[in-house]
């Protein structure tokens, strides 16, 4: 099995900072990519920043020059910094990792529980 959990999130006013954490750990033989999704009330999970397969990072417009993606591959880890905040950036972020299982040689995806980020204006 797979855990994939994060950490961080909260409540900041517009303009504001907050930095958010994600770990995977368990039975896996390699991570293809992990990557941070946000959801809104009324909207679709979108993605806001991630590593690619090839170890590229891409991220979504409305975020650019503003969040950072890092990642630590030794701690299979993955942050995101995210900088001038607003209110629109308001969602639940999800971290997600694509693993290779130990046992099965086979890709899955997995979610963490999310965490609220809510930004105030």
């Known amino acids: 099995q797979v855990q994939v959990v994060e950490s961080g999130g909260g409540l900041v006013q517009a303009g504001g900072s907050l930095r958010l954490s994600c770990a995977a750990s368990g039975s896996m033989r390699s991570i293809n990519s992990m990557g941070w999704y946000r959801q809104a009330p009324g909207k679709q999970r979108e993605l806001v920043a991630s590593f690619t397969t090839a170890g590229s990072t891409r991220y979504a417009d409305s975020v650019k020059g503003r969040f950072t993606i890092s990642r630590d591959n030794a701690k299979n880890t993955v942050d995101l910094q995210m900088n001038s905040l607003k209110p629109e950036d308001t969602a639940v972020y999800y971290c997600?990792?694509?693993?290779?299982?130990?046992?099965?040689?086979?890709?899955?995806?997995?979610w963490g529980q999310g965490t609220q980020v809510t930004v105030s204006s």
């Open positions: 997600n990792a694509v693993v290779v299982l130990t046992t099965t040689l086979v890709e899955n995806r997995y």
